[in-house]
């Protein structure tokens, strides 16, 4: 019997490896080519940064942290000594899962250079040994009402004018936690601050380009030198422990098991401000796991992170109208996808063309049949609510991408490349001297906050999706209290 056309025959007969390039069935893309568009893409998409704008960097943590604990001090409200989540990316790119509905439309390049996203405990439960049970009798599948009851009265005190009351038959009064209050009371303290920080500007400070509330969202961009910093910043619920709801999963098996403990995945999660799409948007939060995923990223190839990032490029805009899709979907499909294959499979290094495919073909294959299970609670469908229209009107467009993904990477790559010439071409026009600390004298630049800046360079900047687990005392924000993975700086 002869070999297939393009084959030699292999051991007993087996053909062997074609000897002509590897082909995609689908679009006929060589794999070769597709994998140097991916490599391209992710050259530029992550820049390397120089001491000086990591220093930029840190010097807009600071301010935002010595914002944060001014704010603390307004009414007492925050917890005086609170744990920040820090993450690489703004919300736009689908680090948290939250709703983009009501989210102005900011761009890399013409808005900002580098954006960061920031949970803020507004309240925090620690110290339970038992599964976290919620209040989900009002809510739909990952959402929740948060009952002051669960607090002390010196709390409920602090916060019932950030709540919705409910009077029962017996005459108790039931005080429920607002997102919409919460986000109201966040934005208008974050004003006042600023103006009073911007009444005695000091030497090295940011300028505050932007200020803006996008629904519970408080988006703040920074000038810092000759960067742009856009912060996202997140009022939330901290659990330490793990949900109820969220305790099957845990049963199951998974791909980070014998690569990261139990004990790291199941730390803690949030209650973030978004609801679900027929919930009460006054009472009503999301479940995060934003914590999780920083410890489960630790377990993902760099391969699949990059077919990742270059499908999120792709799809980010393609679909951004009328809103279905967001990019917190697409990680959640990674992440499932990671349990279905072999873990020597998605450690190939040059498999990052099969990885984007794939990525493409789950997503539609997600749209078709409107079901996209939340990774950590998979009873919830993520896609549920979705038109039939919606759905295939977006199956549509991304047909159209499987049909050519070489076309569609080059486009991508000649955004984020434009982007790139943007910030470039701002840089040369503002300042290019070092920049001090707001907390500094205007001394010698090159001392401690140069030296922190580079650690913040290694550590953060040249990884891109790294998140940062910052323990900030308001009476002392002059020095570092910032966590990495479970080590302390």
């Keep these: 019997m002869a070999a297939p056309i393009g084959s030699k025959p292999g051991p007993l007969g087996a053909p062997s490896k074609p000897a002509g390039p590897e082909l995609d069935f689908r679009s006929g893309a060589r794999t070769e080519e597709l994998n140097k568009l991916i490599q391209e893409f992710t050259k530029h998409d992550q820049r390397e940064y120089d001491d000086q704008r990591a220093l930029e960097i840190h010097t807009a943590k600071d301010f935002i942290f010595s914002m944060l604990g001014m704010v603390q001090k307004l009414d007492q409200k925050l917890p005086v000594a609170n744990e920040y989540l820090l993450l690489s990316g703004g919300v736009r790119e689908g680090v948290v899962d939250l709703d983009l509905d009501e989210l102005n439309v900011y761009a890399r390049g013409t808005d900002y250079d580098m954006d960061f996203t920031l949970l803020v405990p507004a309240l925090k439960l620690h110290d339970r040994n038992q599964p976290v049970t919620l209040d989900m009798r009002h809510s739909a599948l990952c959402h929740s009402w948060l009952s002051l009851?669960?607090?002390?009265?010196?709390?409920?005190?602090?916060?019932k004018d950030c709540?919705?009351?409910?009077?029962?038959?017996?005459?108790?009064?039931?005080?429920?936690?607002?997102?919409?209050k919460v986000a109201d009371w966040f934005y208008d303290s974050i004003s006042i601050v600023l103006s009073e920080i911007q009444k005695k500007p000091q030497r090295g400070m940011p300028k505050v380009e932007k200020v803006e509330k996008n629904g519970t969202i408080i988006s703040i961009i920074l000038g810092v030198g000759s960067s742009r910093m856009l912060y996202d910043i997140v009022p939330v619920v901290s659990?330490?422990?793990?949900?109820?709801?969220?305790?099957?999963?845990?049963?199951e098996n998974h791909f980070w098991d014998g690569k990261i403990t139990e004990e790291e995945v199941i730390s803690g999660f949030y209650l973030v401000p978004a609801c679900s799409y027929k919930g009460k948007k006054d009472n009503e939060w999301r479940l995060s796991f934003a914590r999780s995923e920083v410890q489960l990223k630790k377990c993902i190839s760099s391969s699949l992170m990059q077919a990742?990032?270059?499908?999120?490029?792709?799809?980010?805009?393609?679909?951004?109208r009328p809103k279905a899709i967001s990019p917190y979907h697409l990680r959640s499909m990674m992440l499932w996808a990671c349990d279905r294959l072999p873990a020597n499979y998605l450690g190939q290094e040059d498999y990052a063309a099969h990885f984007l495919l794939g990525l493409i073909d789950d997503l539609q294959h997600c749209l078709v049949n409107k079901m996209c299970p939340n990774y950590f609670i998979p009873q919830c469908n993520m896609l549920e609510h979705l038109s039939e229209e919606t759905v295939m009107l977006h199956a549509r467009k991304l047909s159209s991408v499987r049909s050519d993904p070489a076309e569609h990477?080059?486009?991508?790559?000649?955004h984020v490349k434009a982007a790139n010439r943007l910030t470039l071409e701002l840089q040369r026009r503002g300042s290019t001297s070092s920049i001090p600390s707001p907390q500094s004298d205007g001394g010698d630049p090159n001392q401690p906050d140069d030296r922190l800046?580079?650690?913040?360079?290694?550590?953060?900047?040249?990884?891109?999706?790294?998140?940062?687990?910052?323990?900030?005392?308001?009476?002392?924000?002059?020095?570092?209290?910032?966590?990495?993975?479970?080590?302390?700086?």
């Design 149 to 159: 009851r669960l607090f002390d009265e010196g709390t409920i005190s602090k916060w």
């Design 239 to 251: 659990f330490k422990g793990w949900p109820a709801v969220a305790q099957s999963w845990l049963m």
């Design 409 to 414: 990477l080059r486009t991508a790559i000649e």
């Design 453 to 489: 800046a580079k650690k913040l360079q290694q550590l953060v900047t040249e990884n891109p999706g790294k998140s940062i687990s910052v323990f900030i005392n308001p009476d002392d924000v002059t020095r570092p209290h910032f966590r990495i993975d479970d080590k302390f700086f």
């Design 163 to 180: 709540c919705t009351i409910v009077d029962h038959i017996n005459g108790a009064t039931n005080y429920f936690f607002s997102p919409t």
């Design 308 to 320: 990742y990032q270059a499908c999120k490029a792709i799809i980010i805009k393609l679909l951004s």
